[in-house]
């Protein structure tokens, strides 16, 4: 959830001519929190998880499920809970009282899609092992709480997209017709959108600076049925309300291709979002880079969004359409301008590195949401090869950076963020600036929606620095959002306590993130994936301990070239480890196990943790599916699927059916037995252990 501040939002030719004000204001608003906080030390080892929700409404009885628009109201009723702002949850802002107490109840947010909801615990987890058994309870509390202040027909659910945003009809309550003056989309209202000022300043914006629409355009699954060439149906290419009526025309909507036009059909989709907060600035910069090559495994891991406007997509995760949703390059910024050579996928012409720019500073290779393009931390086995030479940054801002002291890698960094324009600037805050705050720096950075987040204190708080994981897809239940929040942070604290070393060039992660789009990524596809994580030392005495520790039996490896650190493994060899004779690597859940072996961990809370540790072992494994899988399957077996990719009303309505099911048999702690869904045990539950009170497991049979 990012800056929501209040004003007068400017329109885009107006923030345009105020832009360098804001980027030059953001770069002394950092400084300063940068002189402030660069020698902050010993702040507590924090994190926090986010879920995001979307809210239907759906009743046996009525013929489709739809998206409800209630979130203003939802939010409305759980900031007039007491109960619930006394006891240190509810709405930020609206609370009672601050979070206190071990166990807060959750907070609430708004988030861009009008149907949607984000939750996150009341206050930060701490370090403790024993805290990381509540997350999976608290994830429940929370929707729970969320369906208690919703009618009795609406649902907080957690499929990553609704399956029949954007098609001919209606799919919202209360219901809207296309198009309005802000997204223009000739398949959604801009009612579909978050009212506060922000959301549709945002996708205006960013439409506007464009010079056109966004062009939100996902391979469509070729099933039998399915003509070849398919164009998607739903176009309508004889609009003429809005300019932007015309990009059908000039070619938006390329054959085999289901063709979306507006920022919700990115940002309208749920991820699980991880914070941490490091010790120290040098902590948190090792964090952001060791986590960053895990971005594109855990990607493909929690692939959960197999469709888009009532049609089956050839690819499994939400990524690349976010990143289209919201990018605001201009024709030149994107090259198109003067090449003759087409792009296979738009049939736009493609990126020309030589021709000349004449309104833009530069040409810029990625959207505003992406994966991250450098890496920022001070450890001396950050190699110069690890870097994209390439990388596009703003050099005067760097010069003023360094000039304030910042150091180059993260004066690049930050250099980096600041190529982009500010898309929502509000006219009051520019009559002077503030340094006690950080909103114009904040503009900037809560835009670059990267896949890791460096964060920095925020101005006049004592948080500390913070590093946020943003890739993961939501799941749909809440022991799943658990296991991978639970994952995430284990490995991060392996990560630190074995001085484990990830780095792959940052290209590589770029490659990683298109290869897990792939159906089934998971087990079809092999990543980037560095050879050996160990320091090039002795390990710590404490991993010693252990002699069947992966860790301590490593060799330190000499300098090498940089090609041969890594190599192309699955997801189930980064996860689970391999033997080849290219590779040895020990596998994250191995070096995560090593990591409990190491500490002092509670039979019984070590047993509740493997119940987690084997979700993730089998979702690499192919033992357990992902949820896109799941959710592919769901729709082949319907028997009104025809297998023409048409994902139509009664499926959906079936699909959300049995996630609501899922989740009412997961708040009433039923297990899935008996439950009408094909293929059910499959997605995860049956298989999920649990720990009797000798910290053995139970058999699946045993929980249901
Ligand atoms: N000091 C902290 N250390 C670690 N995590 C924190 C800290 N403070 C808040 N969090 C967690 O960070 C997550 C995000 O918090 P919040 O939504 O307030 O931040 P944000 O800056 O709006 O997030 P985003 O980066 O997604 O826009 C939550 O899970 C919250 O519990
Ligand atoms: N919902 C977005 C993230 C929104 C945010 O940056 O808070 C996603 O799925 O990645
Ligand atoms: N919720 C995200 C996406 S619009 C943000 O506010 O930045």
């Given at each position: 959830m990012g800056l929501l501040a209040l004003g007068t939002a400017l329109d885009w030719p107006d923030a345009q001519k105020r832009a360098q004000q804001v980027r030059e204001w953001g770069i002394k608003q950092l400084l300063e929190i940068w002189n402030k906080a660069k020698y902050k030390e010993r702040d507590a080892m924090l994190w926090g998880d986010e879920v995001e929700y979307l809210v239907v409404r759906y009743s046996n009885e009525a013929p489709k499920v739809l998206l409800s628009l209630r979130q203003a109201d939802i939010l409305k009723a759980l900031a007039a809970d007491e109960e619930l702002a006394t006891k240190g949850g509810g709405v930020p802002d609206l609370q009672v009282v601050k979070p206190q107490g071990s166990n807060p109840l959750p907070v609430f947010h708004p988030e861009f899609?009008?149907?949607?909801?984000?939750?996150?615990?009341?206050?930060?987890?701490?370090?403790?092992?024993?805290?990381?058994?509540?997350?999976?309870?608290?994830?429940?509390?929370?929707?729970?709480?969320?369906?208690?202040?919703?009618?009795?027909?609406?649902?907080?659910?957690?499929?990553?997209?609704?399956?029949?945003?954007?098609?001919?009809?209606v799919f919202t309550d209360p219901y809207y017709p296309p198009s309005g003056p802000k997204l223009r989309s000739q398949f959604v209202p801009d009612e579909i959108a978050n009212p506060h000022i922000r959301f549709p300043?945002?996708?205006?914006?960013?439409?506007?600076?464009?010079?056109?629409?966004?062009?939100?355009?996902?391979?469509v699954f070729h099933d039998v049925n399915t003509p070849n060439p398919w164009k998607d149906p739903t176009v309508n290419y004889d609009l003429h309300n809005w300019p932007e009526d015309d990009d059908v025309r000039n070619g938006a909507a390329p054959d085999n291709f289901i063709h979306m036009d507006g920022m919700v059909f990115g940002m309208g989709s749920c991820c699980l979002q991880i914070t941490f907060q490091a010790k120290n600035i040098t902590e948190g910069r090792k964090?952001?880079?060791?986590?960053?090559?895990?971005?594109?495994?855990?990607?493909?891991?929690?692939?959960?969004?197999?469709?888009?406007?009532?049609?089956?997509?050839?690819?499994?995760?939400?990524?690349?359409?976010?990143?289209?949703?919201?990018?605001?390059?201009?024709?030149?910024?994107?090259?198109?301008?003067?090449?003759?050579?087409?792009?296979?996928?738009?049939?736009?012409?493609?990126?020309?590195?030589?021709?000349?720019?004449?309104?833009?500073?530069?040409?810029?290779?990625?959207?505003?949401?992406?994966?991250?393009?450098?890496?920022?931390?001070?450890?001396?086995?950050?190699?110069?090869?690890?870097?994209?030479?390439?990388?596009?940054?703003?050099?005067?801002?760097?010069?003023?950076?360094?000039?304030?002291?910042?150091?180059?890698?993260?004066?690049?960094?930050?250099?980096?963020?600041?190529?982009?324009?500010p898309i929502v600037i509000f006219n009051?805050?520019?009559?002077?600036?503030?340094?006690?705050?950080?909103?114009?720096?904040?503009?900037?950075?809560?835009?670059?929606?990267?896949?890791?987040?460096?964060?920095?204190?925020?101005?006049?708080?004592?948080?500390?620095?913070?590093?946020?994981?943003?890739?993961?897809?939501?799941?749909?239940?809440?022991?799943?959002?658990?296991?991978?929040?639970?994952?995430?942070?284990?490995?991060?604290?392996?990560?630190?306590?074995?001085?484990?070393?990830?780095?792959?060039?940052?290209?590589?992660?770029?490659?990683n993130m298109e290869t897990a789009h792939a159906r089934d990524a998971v087990l079809e596809k092999k990543f980037y994936f560095r050879k050996n994580p160990f320091p090039n030392r002795t390990p710590r005495s404490t991993v010693g301990s252990n002699a069947n520790s992966p860790i301590a039996s490593r060799p330190a490896t000499p300098v090498s070239p940089v090609e041969d650190e890594y190599a192309l493994m699955t997801v189930d060899e980064v996860i689970n480890g391999s033997k080849?004779?290219?590779?040895?690597?020990?596998?994250?859940?191995p070096i995560v196990e090593s990591y409990l072996d190491s500490v002092n961990v509670d039979v019984q809370t070590r047993c509740e943790l493997s119940t987690y540790l084997d979700l993730i072992r089998k979702r690499a494994s192919g033992e357990l599916w992902t949820a896109a899988k799941w959710i592919r399957h769901f729709v082949a077996s319907h028997p009104t699927y025809k297998r023409d990719s048409v994902v139509d009303d009664e499926i959906t309505k079936g699909l959300v059916s049995a996630v609501i099911d899922i989740g009412e048999r997961e708040q009433a702690g039923r297990g899935w037995k008996g439950l009408n869904v094909p293929e059910l045990a499959r997605l995860l539950g049956q298989f999920r252990g649990g720990c009797g009170s000798n910290g053995v497991k139970r058999s699946s049979d045993e929980i249901n």
């Open positions: 899609g009008r149907f949607m909801l984000e939750a996150t615990p009341g206050k930060p987890w701490g370090i403790g092992f024993k805290e990381l058994l509540d997350v999976e309870s608290d994830m429940k509390t929370r929707r729970r709480i969320a369906k208690e202040h919703m009618e009795s027909e609406e649902y907080p659910i957690t499929l990553t997209t609704f399956p029949r945003l954007g098609v001919p009809g300043t945002l996708a205006a914006n960013i439409r506007w600076r464009r010079g056109r629409k966004v062009q939100v355009n996902v391979p964090m952001y880079d060791q986590l960053s090559p895990l971005g594109p495994i855990m990607l493909a891991l929690t692939a959960a969004t197999p469709i888009y406007k009532g049609f089956l997509a050839d690819t499994d995760v939400r990524w690349n359409q976010i990143s289209r949703a919201v990018d605001d390059r201009t024709a030149e910024e994107l090259g198109e301008k003067v090449s003759t050579v087409l792009d296979n996928i738009t049939k736009t012409p493609s990126a020309n590195e030589h021709q000349p720019l004449k309104e833009s500073r530069w040409r810029i290779p990625k959207s505003r949401y992406a994966s991250n393009s450098t890496y920022i931390s001070t450890d001396p086995r950050l190699r110069p090869e690890y870097f994209d030479p390439n990388l596009v940054i703003d050099e005067s801002i760097k010069a003023q950076l360094l000039e304030g002291g910042m150091d180059d890698l993260l004066a690049t960094h930050f250099a980096h963020l600041f190529i982009r324009d009051e805050d520019l009559e002077e600036l503030d340094l006690t705050k950080a909103d114009h720096f904040e503009n900037l950075q809560s835009t670059n929606w990267q896949h890791m987040r460096f964060k920095p204190p925020p101005a006049g708080s004592d948080i500390g620095w913070r590093v946020e994981f943003r890739p993961m897809e939501i799941q749909i239940t809440d022991f799943e959002n658990a296991a991978f929040s639970v994952f995430m942070v284990l490995i991060t604290r392996a990560i630190l306590s074995f001085d484990l070393n990830f780095y792959i060039p940052i290209v590589k992660v770029d490659e080849s004779e290219e590779h040895d690597f020990p596998g994250l859940i």
